[in-house]
């Protein structure tokens, strides 16, 4: 059973940065693509971002596109996220992914077998 523990998320200004961690328990953490999910009250969870296990290829949701940067290092097992431009409608809960797997829907939650427990991201106007 793969842990998934995120951190970096707070409180930030519109126009802001914020930079998102995550970290797997797994010692073989590099098999494993990673995505980035996020959920705010009422709403369905969104995908946000993913990569492969080497990071050559990344894949990000529209509504980030061009603001969000996902990144990952292997040697310290860490996946992050890096949030530009920060606008309101970015406040959610943000969860890490990791998926066995790397296919032609990882933007669906469905995807992923392992999750993280939620960071809380608040983005205020």
């Known amino acids: 059973q793969v842990q998934l523990i995120e951190s970096g998320g707070g409180l930030v200004q519109t126009g802001g940065s914020l930079r998102l961690s995550c970290a797997p328990s797994?010692?073989?953490?590099?098999?494993?693509?990673m995505g980035w999910f996020r959920q705010a009250p009422g709403q369905e969870r969104e995908f946000v971002a993913a990569?492969?296990?080497?990071?050559?290829?990344?894949y990000y949701g529209d509504s980030v596109k061009g603001r969000f940067t996902i990144s990952r290092v292997n040697a310290k097992n860490t996946v992050y996220l890096q949030m530009n431009n920060m606008k309101p409608e970015d406040t959610a809960v943000y969860y890490c992914a990791a998926a066995i797997g790397w296919g032609v829907s990882m933007e669906r939650a469905r995807a992923y077998e392992y999750w993280g427990q939620g960071t809380q991201v608040t983005v205020s106007s």
């Open positions: 990569i492969t296990w080497s990071g050559g290829t990344t």
């Open positions: 797994e010692r073989t953490f590099s098999k494993y693509a």
